[in-house]
């Protein structure tokens, strides 16, 4: 039995990669009447192709990830994440007014820094690589282009 590494993709996002899954199906040798088949006669079986084909799907898209962030109210955390290590550089507004979730707000801290407190950290992976980044996203953290993190990494700052 295959137990899932990350997680289930929802109904919708299988829906979204019908195509993917047709072609895992068929690298698997499972064709279209046999999938039916399987999925009215043995649900635990196709749970678990659903499964391993929800940890192919996940496995690709973290070792293609290259950027994450996560926004909270008080701080802003923008991760570089390389293949051996992780680059942080976190953002912290201690003001009692400060809300950075939003945009108008965190686009006027970052134009006027004064006050922000700005660290940088880099760290080797505990784990996997993919398992750590696939845990910051479970944590809150989002996928992102690296913007926001080359904004941060200026030498100004």
Not at 16 to 34: P, S, Y
Not at 36 to 52: G, P
Not at 71 to 88: G, M, N, P, V
Request: glycine fraction near 4%.
């Amino acid at each position: 039995m295959h137990a899932v590494k990350y997680k289930r993709l929802s109904k919708k996002e299988l829906e979204e990669l019908e195509k993917e899954f047709i072609d895992f199906l068929v690298i698997n040798g499972i064709t279209a009447e046999e999938w039916e088949k399987i999925k009215l006669e043995q649900r635990t079986v196709a749970d678990e192709i659903i499964d391993q084909f929800s940890d192919v799907v996940w496995e690709g898209s973290l070792r293609k990830l290259e950027y994450l962030h996560r926004i909270t109210e008080k701080a802003l955390y923008a991760f570089h994440c390389q293949q051996e290590q992780i680059h942080l550089i976190k953002l912290s507004d201690p003001s009692t007014n400060a809300d950075l979730r939003k945009s108008e707000y965190r686009e006027n801290r970052l134009r006027n820094p004064s006050g922000l407190k700005v660290s940088k950290k880099t760290k080797t992976y505990e784990q996997d690589r993919e398992t750590e980044l696939f845990n910051l996203i479970q944590m809150g953290c989002v996928i992102s282009e690296g913007a926001l993190y080359r904004s941060l990494d200026r030498p100004s700052r």
